[in-house]
């Protein structure tokens, strides 16, 4: 694994990180909340790991938080690629 690169597998992850960048800056979750852009309640749920977060928002906290969000490839076969080659198999 990559220095300082993390995989997240639920938004229990997400939460957590946050709130640890935001302790480290020294910040309450009013002041963050207002840095980021975002109401005080989605932090909260945020922070809690609500799963009904709003990508966006979850996003443009996680810039706030000075987090990169990076969508890579896994190196397996997807379930699903059988299904870009059947695709025009049915002439």
């Known amino acids: 694994m990559e220095e300082g690169r993390i995989i ?9 990180l ?3 960048a ?3 800056q ?5 002041e963050f909340a207002d840095i980021a852009g975002v109401g005080i ?5 945020l922070e809690r790991g609500k ?3 709003e990508v966006g ?5 996680s810039k706030a938080a000075g987090f990169d969000v990076v969508l890579e490839h896994r190196k397996f076969k997807s379930p699903f690629s059988h299904f870009a080659h059947s695709a025009g198999d049915d002439k």
């Not at 928002?57 to 906290?61: N, P, R, S």
């Open 22 to 24: 935001r302790k480290e």
């Open 26 to 30: 020294g910040l309450t979750q009013r």
């Open 18 to 20: 946050i709130r640890q």
């Open 51 to 53: 799963d009904t977060a």
């Open 41 to 45: 309640r989605f932090l909260s749920e």
């Open 8 to 16: 997240i597998d639920d938004m229990e992850t997400v939460g957590a």
């Open 57 to 61: 928002l979850v996003l443009q906290v």
